[in-house]
């Protein structure tokens, strides 16, 4: 069964930093490329960065040169460091399997929710 728990969200203010964390339940964690997502209201969720089991990666040019994914296939985590943090980077954020074409895992975790704020 697949299962991602998120953590690490919080309030922040512009320009701060903030780290999140997915625990994945995935078999064979480490061949997938993982992403993270974000979904704000009244909008659709996109992805913002990913990462291939070889450790590329790539990032919405939204949060480009500001944002870091990386993961621990030991841990079956994935990280995402988040610099100068913006108000429209507001949002709730998830990880997932990136598998293609715009498809997931069917199973989403709860997400952790990111506000900047001042």
């Known amino acids: 069964q697949v299962q991602f728990v998120e953590s690490g969200g919080g309030l922040v203010q512009p320009g701060g930093s903030l780290r999140i964390s997915c625990a994945a339940s995935?078999?064979?964690?480490?061949?997938?490329?993982m992403g993270w997502y974000r979904q704000a209201p009244g909008k659709q969720r996109e992805l913002v960065a990913a990462?291939?089991?070889?450790?590329?990666?790539n990032y919405a040019d939204s949060v480009k040169g500001r944002f870091t994914i990386s993961r621990d296939n030991a841990k079956n985590t994935v990280y995402l460091q988040m610099n100068s943090l913006k108000p429209e980077d507001t949002a709730v954020y998830y990880c997932?399997?990136?598998?293609?074409?715009?498809?997931?895992?069917?199973?989403w975790g709860q997400g952790t929710q990111v506000t900047v704020s001042s």
């Open positions: 997932n399997a990136d598998l293609g074409g715009g498809h997931t895992f069917d199973s």
């Open positions: 995935v078999s064979m964690f480490s061949i997938y490329t």
């Open positions: 990462i291939t089991s070889g450790g590329s990666t």
